[in-house]
Nanobody, 116 residues
Framework: QAQLVESGGGLVQAGGSLRLSCTAS????????VGWFRQAPGKEREFVAT???????SYTESVKGRFTITRDNTKNTIYLQMNNLKPEDTAVYYC??????????WGQGTQVTVSS
């Protein structure tokens, strides 16, 4: 069973930045599609960003131009750089990896709180 360990969440003021990291204990990490999701209080989990094994990148509309997803295949690690954070970005952020279109493994989640 693979494990994904996240770090980097915290409390930040609106307009600030945070960088989330997620390290995955999987074989052949470079074969995996990776992504970030978030779940705000009282809401369903939603897609934030994805980085496919072939280099394709996509974002949900609300974070375009502010968030950047990257991956380091030599370290089995995914990053999410979040700039110009807004209170509506407050959520628990989860990383996920999968060999197909669905996630095979999830991280434990890290809290991001943006104060106004």
């Amino acid at each position: 069973q693979a494990q994904l360990v996240e770090s980097g969440g915290g409390l930040v003021q609106a307009g600030g930045s945070l960088r989330l990291s997620c390290t995955a204990s999987v074989q052949t990490f470079n074969d995996y599609n990776v992504g970030w999701f978030r779940q705000a209080p009282g809401k369903e989990r939603e897609f934030v960003a994805t980085f496919t094994w072939s280099g394709g990148i996509s974002y949900t509309e609300s974070v375009k131009g502010r968030f950047t997803i990257t991956r380091d295949n030599t370290k089995n690690t995914i990053y999410l750089q979040m700039n110009n954070l807004k209170p509506e970005d407050t959520a628990v952020y989860y990383c996920a990896v999968g060999l197909g279109s669905q996630a095979d493994y999830w991280g434990q989640g890290t809290q991001v709180t943006v104060s106004s």
